[in-house]
């Protein structure tokens, strides 16, 4: 009674909120690249919201359910389909056993999040279910999903019932999308250290130019394209920790983004750090997309992550009424 | 009994902020770093999530949503902690004693294990032996575990040994030890890397599956003795 991967993707990875505690050791935290939409396909369907799903890159695996699920589809838009007919993204799904799960073009978004009901079956290391890939540890035997892999399903609801004899239905509710859409879609950076050893020309390009995420960019980090930007003084770094969300600038005057599995140090100047509440919007750019940064303060960094997971608690709440609702419908 | 060290704390984002002694490898420094670091541990911030210890800094990374449920009103979670950190420094006993760990590393320091090692020789004008001899005659500080899983940065060599990293990052095998500047280090895994490879230690560094996860933690003291390839076998 699982869940069946026909044809693997490019990168697909068991995920959580991350694993933390362990970086003294270099263990970095890895974890969904986009713990929002992590956490809101989990909410979808009824689960804690730091439950692990399946990270999908594109093109995405196929998968094969051999029970009935509850399922539903966060972040990227992949065109999901079950037996080649369409689904909605935020919306859950339940799905009749002997379904298949594909995902057929890419429409929106780097990175879609596939949360079950009831969760995936596996070990955690070292406290969670992340997939660390340098450690070949955590999530599914800690690597990559492949064709004929199978993930034991621990739901104790009985879905068949509820199906009525069809492939698929699709519960009543949708978690909004477009409720935190900012204009421009910047990306708003609290100053790093060495903010301040920048040039005040480079300073202005920095939030004047727009940047392009290269092909050069993965879970490890982005590599962003634009007028290289400068240092007053070259100095000498010794190593010291880093973050998700931090940039750093290169020797040649170019801008990286540390993202989930980013080294636990490093020696580069720390220009800034993305907050937070970015962190998903940046999770989804691809290769090619532009890049714009603001400046912000840590008032504002904490007041729009502290928005995000009450909007988050809001729709958690909200789900887990109409699921009970639905389930008791039956009886 | 405050901390008489200069330092003064930096924000990493809006989730951890860092703690800087200043910009220099030194046993002073890091003995510092490791008092904080154990004082932390004993008695954590609140919300904290963990706390790495670097070279001469120390970073904390707290639950952004949790401490914004539990700061006095009117400050930011920032400030918050930043305050909380520096009470934590100025009560900081700098003359309490770490004990430290001893280690002993066996390292193949035969070019089949160590191919840069005729490189370096030649560039320092030294036989391999000598080369040898300088690198398992001192011992060496555990700075920092990081860059890999179990990644050990040792310091500082003798400054003879002293080499800058290479233009070009090449692949190094599970247990290399290597030169860069005046930092030596064991690659836990293997990887690309860009330090110049000297041998390797038939240990396992890191292991997913083993407690301790790492042979060596930040704080420790180690010396490599030079064993043979046949030796190295037999491990």
Redesign the interface.
């Known amino acids: 009674m699982n869940l069946r991967i026909i044809k693997s993707g490019i990168l697909d990875t068991v995920q959580d909120q991350g694993r933390?505690?362990?970086?003294?050791?270099?263990?970095?935290p890895a974890g969904a690249m986009d713990r929002f939409s992590a956490q809101l396909a989990n909410i979808l369907v009824g689960n804690d919201p730091g439950q692990p799903v399946i990270e999908l890159h594109f093109p995405a695996a196929s998968l094969f359910f051999e029970r009935p699920a509850l399922i539903a589809i966060s972040g990227a838009d992949f065109n999901a389909a079950l037996n080649g007919e369409d689904i909605p993204v935020d919306q859950p799904v339940l799905v009749n056993k002997y379904s298949i799960l594909q995902f057929q073009r890419l429409n929106k978004g780097a990175r879609a999040y596939l949360s079950i009901e009831g969760g995936l079956e596996m070990n955690q290391?070292?406290n969670s279910y992340s997939t660390?890939l340098?450690?070949?540890?955590g999530g599914h035997l800690?690597r990559p999903l492949q064709t004929d892999d199978e993930i034991r399903l621990s739901s104790s609801v009985n879905w068949g019932p509820y199906l009525k004899g069809k492939e698929f239905y699709l519960l009543p509710w949708q978690a909004s999308t477009d409720w935190e859409k900012q204009p421009g879609a910047e990306i708003n950076v609290?100053p790093?250290?060495e903010w301040v050893r920048l040039t005040e020309s480079s300073q202005k390009q920095l939030l004047q130019q727009t940047f392009t995420l290269t092909p050069q960019s993965d879970r490890m980090g982005y590599r962003l394209q634009g007028e290289p930007l400068q240092l007053e003084s070259k100095?000498e770094?010794?190593?010291?920790?880093?973050?998700?969300?931090?940039l750093q600038l290169l020797p040649n005057g170019q801008l990286t983004i540390l993202m989930a599995d980013h080294?636990?140090?490093g020696g580069y100047p720390?220009v800034g750090?993305?907050?937070?509440a970015h962190h998903s919007k940046l999770a989804q750019l691809l290769p090619g997309e532009p890049v714009r940064f603001s400046l912000t303060d840590?008032?504002q960094?904490?007041e729009l992550?502290?928005q995000q997971?009450k909007h988050l608690q809001q729709v958690r709440n909200a789900c887990q009424l109409k699921l009970e609702q639905f389930i008791h419908a039956l009886h | 009994m405050s901390c008489t060290i200069p330092y003064h704390i930096f924000p990493l984002g809006d989730s951890a902020m860092t703690v800087d002694f200043g910009n220099r490898i030194s046993p002073d420094l890091n003995n510092i770093v490791m008092k904080l670091y154990k004082e932390l541990n004993t008695s954590p911030l609140p919300g904290m999530k963990e706390i790495i210890p670097a070279y001469s800094s120390l970073t904390v990374h707290y639950d952004l949503l949790y401490c914004s449920h539990h700061r006095p009103a009117g400050k930011t979670v920032y400030d918050w902690m930043g305050e909380l950190l520096h009470l934590r420094l100025k009560a900081l006993d700098q003359e309490e004693m770490i004990s430290v760990t001893e280690m002993i590393i066996p390292v193949c320091y035969d070019p089949f294990f160590g191919p840069d090692l005729p490189l370096l020789a030649k560039e320092k004008n030294m036989s391999m032996e000598e080369i040898v001899h300088l690198h398992t005659s001192i011992s060496y500080r555990v700075y920092l575990l990081g860059f890999l899983p179990g990644f050990t940065y040792l310091g500082e060599t003798d400054e003879k040994l002293a080499m800058p990293r290479k233009m070009q990052p090449s692949s190094v095998s599970a247990g290399s030890v290597g030169i860069a500047g005046r930092q030596t280090g064991i690659y836990s895994l293997s990887s690309p890397g860009g330090w110049h490879i000297i041998g390797r230690t038939p240990l396992k560094i890191f292991d997913a599956n083993r407690d301790p996860l790492t042979l060596l933690k930040p704080g420790d003291s180690i010396k490599f003795v030079s064993i043979s390839k046949d030796e190295f076998k037999d491990h």
């Open positions: 933390y505690g362990w970086q003294h050791l270099g263990i970095n290391w070292l660390h340098k450690a070949a540890a800690g609290l790093g250290k100095e770094m010794i190593s010291t920790a880093v973050n998700f969300g931090t080294q636990t140090t720390r750090h993305v907050i937070s840590h008032q960094a904490e992550f502290i997971q």
